[in-house]
Structures are given as C-alpha cells and as structure tokens.
C-alpha cells in the first residue's frame, strides 16, 4: 500500500470517528437547551434604529408591537433573544410579551442558537 493511500485510510478514519460528535452537537443545536433568562423587553426597531427605551417609551413599544414590529428579550448577558414559537400560522409570541415592554423580565424556554442569532421558545414569563 503505497504512503499516499494509507495517508487517505487515515484521514478517511478520523473524519469517520468525528462524525458522530458533529452530529450530535449539531443535533443539540436544533433541539435547543432549556435557559432562565433575565433581560429587557425590548422593541426591536425603537431600540436598535433609534436607541429609544425605557418606561418613557413603554407605550410606544406597546404600539409598535400593536402594528407588527416584533418585541425581544435584551439578555442581561448582552445577547438579543428573539421569541420564536412552532405553531402554525404561528402563536404571536409579541403579543405575549406585549405586557412586559420596557420591563425586566425572567423567562423560561428552550434556546436555539444559529448562524450567530438566539431564538427562545418561551414556556413562562415572569415580572
């Protein structure tokens, strides 16, 4: 067996004992892990276009959120989480937070990370 195949045998082999740890972070991935996370709800646009928060923009939030623009949980940890939900045509996980805009919230969820962005399936919120 000339040094070129075995060199290929080998390789082959390591790729084929790494794919089952790859898989199963991946799949981990997708399934999400259940977090507590402690943060702000926040109104995307206002606060990310405009810097625009706190008890002052309360209302504004809660209009926004009213015509669509999607709220969020800003994580004390400096990520943005966005709620996300598998009902179809889809449970308006806004309209949920709706009553916690500007406010500090804990919510309980499953969390999927994917190409750099954070969702959360909420289970519970509280104040």
């Known amino acids: 067996m000339s040094h070129r195949s075995l060199g ?12 089952p740890a790859a898989a199963q972070q991946a799949a981990a991935g997708q399934q999400g892990r259940t977090t507590t996370i402690t943060g702000d709800v926040i109104d995307l646009s206002c ?3 405009q810097g625009l928060s706190g008890e002052s923009h309360r209302m504004c ?3 926004c959120a009213d015509r669509g623009i999607p709220l969020a949980i800003l994580g004390s940890d400096g990520n943005v989480y966005l709620p996300i ?18 406010h500090r919230v804990r919510v309980t969820g ?3 990370e994917r190409s750099g962005a954070r969702a959360i399936f909420i289970d519970t919120i509280e104040m």
Request: charged share 15%.
């Open 47 to 49: 606060r990310l276009g």
């Open 61 to 63: 939030a809660q209009v």
């Open 110 to 112: 499953r969390v999927v």
């Open 8 to 19: 290929f045998l080998v390789l082959a082999g390591i790729a084929l004992a790494a794919t």
């Open 85 to 102: 939900s598998t009902a179809m045509p889809g449970e308006s996980q806004t309209a949920r937070l709706r009553a916690h805009a500007e």
